[in-house]
């Protein structure tokens, strides 16, 4: 949001004058004043109430710069709120927090007739009524394709698509006392559909809000007297959720308080706010890992955070920077940042689905959003490069054509694209990842259609395929790699040697991720167990899955059949590695995993480069973390891979409760336990580590080897009734 569109949206909203309204003073206070590129900065944040109260509940929101950056937190009882910010950019780092209160639900809904995913102009009204004469109005509008709108039959607006809103002022004299009819023509090429509209007017008595929900009438065909005469008959209006939980994401919207959390929007003028601290980021050097050019490590990578593609609505937790669109250069930096000091040889850029039913190549706004994500990142590679560091290739997924005649032929239009606009451009040189002496890309072919037909890529790149769960579809057998497997990664042969294979922080079964073969982070059991097969096999090309996967289904709205849902269901039942806040609600939950996953890999990319095994990676599968425990005796699971525990550890609270354990489990009674947090802390006497498996820092390798440890915190309940907050 620009800041001329924040001052539209404040216009239209016609908010109170600020001596009215209801504001809280911030203090902050950061850990440090110098940090290194790509390090997180801790800010504390107080809030407190004009009558000296805390502001409990308020939302805080970070800025750098004067730019929205960092998680969204809420404060707690006591007014605070903490912050974990990464700052990748060097130089002067002015930071603020804003107070506001906590945005409520929006009131307005998506709707159409009950006729979705269906090409075709359907009409909606609505009529309203007016007691005195109107003073002013306005109206906002997005859609999903095109609408006109028509109040008591003049035309008073028309959008195509639902980003780059703005106020539409109506002049007074459109209204009249008694009933007013609003009347929209609306129009969907193709796939979703849906109409968001809110219309005020405002008279001597006060205002009126007419806004989109199931008290609009729906027609498949024009009404007589259309549009300017109040229809009989018709249908209820279908909503298809809130106007933060439909189909797309209006930007920006009145009722949305989510837009002032996307990562980059300017700090309002009116906003209240902290006075700056002071930061200096300084220039450093990247802390690589050492790598093997015969053992490459990939990150699969989302870039689908544009307006024309995913947003957050249904986000299973909270990024470190924010709700952030993906083209934003901060970001891509801070992604290379964590990948180069995590080990990463390539990052694969996901095009997957753009081309699967396309007749030509011929791509729209949306998948140039895609585009345009891959060139930013592409651009802070080369510039990272340049700073002398040691940065990863890329490679992109693409997706086949399953249109025929068409598919093969779209499919190589698009490799041309990408080979004559990435490969070739001269800035990008050096930076895409070679296989077998040429540019490689993965095609997904979910049924191994291009394989069976015998259908040949553009031969100036090496092409693999990639399938999905090949340890059910047992397709690796025909040379394909696995975008995900379902229980343990499935390692696809080329001349008798694992050549391509993936491990998963979390993976869905056929049922998707409510099925009872799902397996979710487990505080990162998925990934050591995965591992584990990989150090046996080996792989020359091992994909981690995966970074940026915040795009889950709605509820109620599974993805192909009844309580199926793919991509992200929740913070635990997700495959997403990238850092986020522990404590800011998401569309599922309270809170995410903070840097566990992401330090979490580094032991293991580090256990991967070792001839014989050096170190050992501990986990603690149970309790979760955070988990609520409401028994007397708790039970503690764990696992491990590397070199070989000889016994284990248990402490409570900092307090050993088990010595010389062996085996992965044990029993704790907690019948002497408080109600509250408490931690526990498995230990691997004469072990050694090389990174702590943090919750809540960036872990880089230690100066000198520690024992083998993990740790996790718990809630003991001790009433049903007692306070969860």
């Known amino acids: 949001?620009?800041?001329?569109?924040?001052?539209?949206?404040?216009?239209?909203?016609?908010?109170?004058?600020?001596?009215?309204?209801?504001?809280?003073?911030?203090?902050?206070?950061?850990?440090?004043?110098?940090?290194?590129?790509?390090?997180?900065?801790?800010?504390?944040?107080?809030?407190?109430?004009?009558?000296?109260?805390?502001?409990?509940?308020?939302?805080?929101?970070?800025?750098?710069?004067?730019?929205?950056?960092?998680?969204?937190?809420?404060?707690?009882?006591?007014?605070?709120?903490?912050?974990?910010?990464?700052?990748?950019?060097?130089?002067?780092?002015?930071?603020?927090?804003?107070?506001?209160?906590?945005?409520?639900?929006?009131?307005?809904?998506?709707?159409?007739?009950?006729?979705?995913?269906?090409?075709?102009?359907?009409?909606?009204?609505?009529?309203?009524q007016l007691a005195e004469p109107a003073t002013r109005g306005s109206l906002w509008l997005a859609v999903d394709d095109g609408a006109t709108v028509y109040l008591n039959g003049t035309k008073i607006g028309e959008k195509v698509g639902w980003t780059g809103n703005s106020a539409i002022a109506l002049a007074p004299a459109l209204f009249r006392m008694g009933e007013n009819v609003v009347?929209?023509?609306?129009?969907?090429?193709?796939?979703?559909?849906?109409?968001?509209?809110?219309?005020?007017?405002?008279?001597?008595?006060?205002?009126?809000?007419?806004?989109?929900?199931?008290?609009?009438?729906?027609?498949d065909s024009k009404p007589d007297g259309w549009p300017s005469v109040a229809a009989a008959g018709g249908a209820a209006a279908t909503s298809y959720g809130r106007a933060d939980a439909g189909a797309t994401l209006p930007r920006p919207w009145p009722s949305l308080g989510a837009a002032l959390r996307i990562a980059g929007t300017a700090l309002p003028a009116d906003a209240e706010v902290s006075a700056p601290s002071a930061v200096t980021v300084l220039r450093r050097t990247l802390q690589r890992p050492p790598t093997d050019p015969e053992r490459l490590i990939a990150m699969q990578w989302e870039q689908w955070f544009t307006p024309l593609n995913a947003f957050w609505?249904?986000?299973?937790?909270?990024?470190?920077?924010?709700?952030?669109?993906?083209?934003?250069?901060?970001?891509?930096?801070?992604?290379?940042?964590?990948?180069?000091?995590?080990?990463?040889?390539?990052?694969?850029?996901?095009?997957?689905?753009?081309?699967?039913?396309?007749?030509?190549?011929?791509?729209?706004?949306?998948?140039?959003?895609?585009?345009?994500?891959?060139?930013?990142?592409?651009?802070?590679?080369?510039?990272?490069?340049?700073?002398?560091?040691?940065?990863?290739?890329?490679?992109?997924?693409?997706?086949?054509?399953?249109?025929?005649?068409?598919?093969?032929l779209v499919a190589n239009r698009q490799l041309a694209f990408i080979w004559d606009t990435l490969v070739q451009e001269p800035r990008y040189q050096g930076l895409w990842q070679d296989f077998d002496g040429k540019p490689l890309v993965l095609a997904l072919d979910l049924g191994a259609s291009y394989l069976k037909e015998g259908f040949r890529l553009d031969e100036r790149f090496t092409v693999r395929y990639m399938g999905v769960q090949q340890d059910l579809s047992q397709t690796n057998a025909l040379g394909l790699w696995s975008w995900m497997d379902s229980r343990l990664p499935a390692a696809t042969l080329r001349d008798g040697q694992a050549e391509g294979m993936t491990v998963s922080v979390g993976c869905f079964g056929p049922k998707g991720w409510l099925g009872q073969d799902a397996r979710g982070h487990r505080n990162g059991a998925t990934l050591v167990e995965d591992w584990r097969e990989v150090l046996a096999q080996r792989p020359r090309f091992l994909q981690v899955h995966q970074f940026q996967e915040f795009a889950g289904q709605l509820e109620g709205k599974p993805a192909i059949a009844p309580d199926i849902y793919l991509d992200s269901y929740s913070a635990e039942l997700s495959d997403d590695i990238e850092p986020t806040s522990l404590t800011t609600p998401a569309y599922r939950g309270e809170g995410g995993w903070g840097f566990f996953y992401l330090n979490l890999l580094r032991a293991l990319v580090d256990l991967y480069r070792q001839a014989e095994p050096e170190t050992t990676v501990l986990t603690l599968a149970q309790p979760l973390n955070q988990q609520l425990v409401t028994g007397d005796t708790l039970t503690v699971a764990w696992l491990w891979v590397g070199k070989p525990p000889h016994t284990f550890r248990l402490l409570l609270d900092g307090k050993t409760v088990a010595r010389r354990l062996t085996g992965s489990s044990a029993q704790v009674d907690l019948r002497r336990l408080a109600a509250g947090t408490h931690t526990l802390r498995l230990l691997a006497p004469g072990t050694a580590a090389r990174y702590r498996l943090s919750w809540t820092e960036d872990a880089l390798p230690l100066a000198r080897l520690e024992p083998a440890q993990v740790e996790v915190s718990f809630r003991v309940v001790r009433a049903l009734n007692e306070d969860l907050r």
């Not at 796939?191 to 729906?218: H, I, K, N």
């Open 183 to 219: 009347s929209v023509d609306a129009v969907n090429a193709g796939g979703p559909a849906g109409l968001l509209l809110r219309l005020a007017v405002d008279t001597a008595a006060g205002r009126t809000e007419v806004v989109t929900d199931t008290t609009w009438r729906s027609f």
């Open 313 to 408: 609505q249904t986000a299973q937790a909270v990024p470190l920077m924010g709700f952030y669109d993906s083209r934003l250069p901060e970001v891509a930096r801070q992604h290379l940042i964590w990948f180069i000091e995590s080990g990463v040889d390539c990052i694969i850029a996901d095009w997957s689905n753009n081309i699967w039913f396309a007749r030509e190549w011929a791509p729209g706004a949306g998948v140039m959003e895609l585009v345009e994500a891959t060139r930013v990142m592409l651009d802070e590679t080369a510039k990272l490069r340049d700073e002398g560091q040691p940065v990863p290739r890329m490679t992109l997924l693409t997706g086949v054509g399953h249109q025929r005649p068409e598919g093969p």
């Open 1 to 128: 949001m620009t800041l001329c569109q924040v001052a539209l949206l404040s216009a239209a909203l016609a908010p109170l004058p600020l001596a009215a309204r209801e504001v809280a003073a911030v203090s902050i206070a950061v850990d440090r004043s110098r940090i290194g590129m790509g390090r997180t900065l801790v800010v504390t944040a107080t809030a407190q109430l004009a009558n000296g109260q805390p502001a409990a509940g308020w939302e805080l929101l970070p800025y750098v710069n004067g730019r929205r950056w960092g998680p969204h937190e809420f404060a707690d009882a006591a007014g605070r709120a903490v912050f974990r910010i990464p700052l990748p950019v060097p130089g002067p780092a002015e930071i603020r927090v804003q107070a506001r209160p906590r945005p409520g639900d929006p009131d307005d809904f998506w709707v159409w007739s009950s006729r979705q995913n269906v090409a075709e102009t359907i009409y909606l009204q609505r009529t309203f």
